[in-house]
C-alpha cells in the first residue's frame, strides 16, 4: 500500500514568526506581484520596501506606474522578500512570500507627514522624488504568508504570526 505524502510544512512556531519578522524588518525592497485589469495577466515589480516607525510594512510608489494604478484597482498583492547571499544556492537562503492588501496613504491623510519624514531617515536617497505630486504610500497588510527558512524550513503563517511587533 503506498505511503501518504509526507506534509513539508512544519507547525508555525516562535522560531518561524521571528525569522519572518526579521526578513520583514530589514528588507528595503521586494518583487511585487500585482492583478493587471487591462490585460487580466498578473505583473511583478521590483518595489522599495521599508516599515512605518509602527513595524507595518511600507512602499512609496509613482502614481505614473503600472502597479500603483493595478493597486488602486484591485488591493490584493504578492510581496517577495529576502535575497541570496552572494555564496550557495540561492534556494537555500530565507525568503517570505506575502498575500497582501494594499492601504493607500495619500498627501491629505494625517500620517502622511510622519511617513514622509520616516521614510526619508531611512531612505535618503527617496529625497530627490518623494516631495514629486504623483508619489504615494502604501501600508501592506500581510493577510498570510509561506515562509521558506532554507531547505526542509517551510512555515504557513497567518496574519496574526505576522503582525508588527510591540
Do not use: C
Not at 506534509?7 to 525592497?29: K, M, Q, V, Y
Not at 501592506?140 to 532554507?150: F, M
Amino acid at each position: 500500500m503506498p505511503q501518504p505524502p509526507i506534509n513539508p510544512i512544519r507547525p508555525t512556531s516562535d522560531e518561524a514568526r521571528a525569522l519572518a519578522h526579521g526578513l520583514i524588518a530589514t528588507a528595503t525592497f521586494g518583487a511585487l506581484a500585482v492583478n493587471d485589469g487591462t490585460t487580466g495577466f498578473p505583473s511583478v515589480t521590483r518595489i522599495a520596501i521599508g516599515t512605518a516607525p509602527s513595524g507595518e510594512i511600507l512602499t512609496l510608489v509613482s502614481g505614473l506606474a503600472a502597479h500603483t494604478g493595478a493597486l488602486l484597482t484591485d488591493p490584493r498583492a504578492g510581496l517577495l522578500l529576502g535575497e541570496p547571499k552572494e555564496k550557495g544556492d540561492p534556494l537555500t537562503h530565507p525568503r517570505l512570500s506575502l498575500r497582501v492588501m494594499a492601504d493607500q496613504i495619500t498627501r491629505d491623510d494625517s500620517r502622511f507627514e510622519m511617513l514622509r519624514t520616516h521614510w526619508l531617515e531611512t531612505h535618503p536617497k527617496s529625497k530627490l522624488y518623494i516631495d514629486l505630486p504623483d508619489f504615494t504610500f502604501f501600508v501592506l497588510r500581510p493577510q498570510s504568508g509561506a515562509l521558506n527558512g532554507g531547505f526542509g524550513r517551510a512555515w504557513q503563517l497567518g496574519a496574526s504570526d505576522l503582525m508588527p511587533l510591540d
